[in-house]
């Protein structure tokens, strides 16, 4: 299956999971959102969230993968860091290439973060690492801000 197609079935499986368990608490929902989409994406080695505590720094929230995460993460420092600090989300299709990056796996090769808000504060982060290098584009950014906004 093309990776838009798997988005698109992705989107629905959520959307109705979701939808059907509006009562769900926020970290419910990151929990449930971050095991569909390793599974719609096995290669991907972390999918997972971090959210915002104490205004300036991330903590490890409900994620899927092989690795030990980070647990907290200052804003600036890191990937994620970088997006709670700016609020825009950042595509590394070259980990070993870009200065601020925070290495907790060294089979990682590309990394994509997307921010999440409410009531346009930043209040969490999705985080996906790959073992694909350059494995995330606009399209990844597209649907995987559509599925963050889900939750």
């Known amino acids: ?26 970290n419910a929902r990151m929990s449930v959102l971050s095991s569909i989409l390793h599974s719609y994406f096995p290669h991907w080695i972390f999918c997972g969230f971090y959210t915002v505590i104490n205004n300036n720094i991330l903590e490890i929230g409900p994620y899927q993968g092989h690795i030990l995460p980070c647990t ?3 804003f600036g420092q890191g990937v994620c860091g970088e997006v709670a600090l700016k609020g825009d ?4 299709k070259d980990v070993s290439k870009y200065n601020n990056y925070i290495s907790c796996d060294p089979d990682t090769k ?3 973060v997307i921010p ?4 346009n504060k930043i209040i969490s982060v999705l985080d996906i690492d790959s073992k694909v290098e350059s494995d995330f584009d606009e399209l990844d950014l597209k649907y995987l801000t559509r599925a963050s906004t889900i939750i």
């Open 1 to 26: 299956m093309i990776k838009k197609d798997k988005y698109k079935n992705l989107i629905k499986t959520a959307d109705l999971v979701l939808e059907t368990e509006p009562k769900l608490s926020f």
């Open 72 to 74: 907290h993460i200052k």
């Open 89 to 92: 989300p950042i595509i590394v």
């Open 110 to 112: 590309s990394e994509i």
């Open 116 to 119: 999440i808000f409410k009531n």
